[in-house]
């Protein structure tokens, strides 16, 4: 009887597993890869700082999104380190969410600036700051798309600039 048992249990060892292969991932938008270009890695203090950002699927999949360009984002990081969230300048306002099929291989850019407005605005004083780009892309739970990040030194205005700058009214004008 042991015998019998013994065989019984090797031959069921031995039987190939019945489990399904497992299924590839699907296309999905956490795919998708945000990057971040600046013309100018060096600005002067008030001037704006214009930015070029790319969403490319580096896939062989067709991958469908939300995205939502016009809702980009900066999230910026001072010589303090704190980041802070800035919209764009160039599309405030121009946020649709909408179906976008992203070919493998192929990318979508748009280009935007970020000014100064003021002591809130994302680069209020001479440093170096950390720039980041983020987007929403679609998906459940909600997927959102960063770039790497970018490096932007704000310098202090030439003194023939500071005098120009001290001439108007307020540096709001140059918001």
């Known amino acids: 009887m042991l015998i019998i048992l013994s065989a019984a249990f090797s031959l069921l060892a031995a039987t190939p597993s019945a489990e399904a292969p497992a299924a ?34 580096p896939t062989t999949d067709v991958i469908t999104s939300s995205l939502d360009l016009g809702g980009i984002e900066f999230l910026v990081a001072g010589p303090d380190g704190k980041a802070v969230a800035h919209p764009s300048s160039a599309i405030l306002g121009n946020s649709v969410r909408q179906a976008v ?56 205005p030439s003194q023939a600039d500071a005098k120009a700058i001290a001439s108007f009214a307020s540096v709001g004008e140059f918001e």
Do not use: C, M
């Not at 590839?24 to 930015?51: C, G, K």
């Not at 748009?110 to 994302?122: A, F, V």
């Not at 440093?127 to 932007?152: C, F, M, N, T």
């Open 101 to 156: 099929k992203h070919e493998p291989g192929s990318s979508i850019r748009r280009e935007s600036d970020l000014n100064w407005r003021g002591p809130e605005g994302p680069f209020p004083a001479p440093g170096v700051y950390e720039v980041r780009a983020r987007v929403y892309a679609g998906g459940r739970p909600p997927v959102y798309l960063e770039s790497d990040p970018l490096e932007i030194e704000v310098r202090e």
């Open 24 to 57: 590839s991932p699907q296309p999905s938008p956490a795919q998708l890869v945000l990057t971040l270009e600046a013309p100018r890695n060096a600005v002067v203090l008030y001037e704006p700082v214009p930015f070029a950002y790319r969403v490319t699927n």
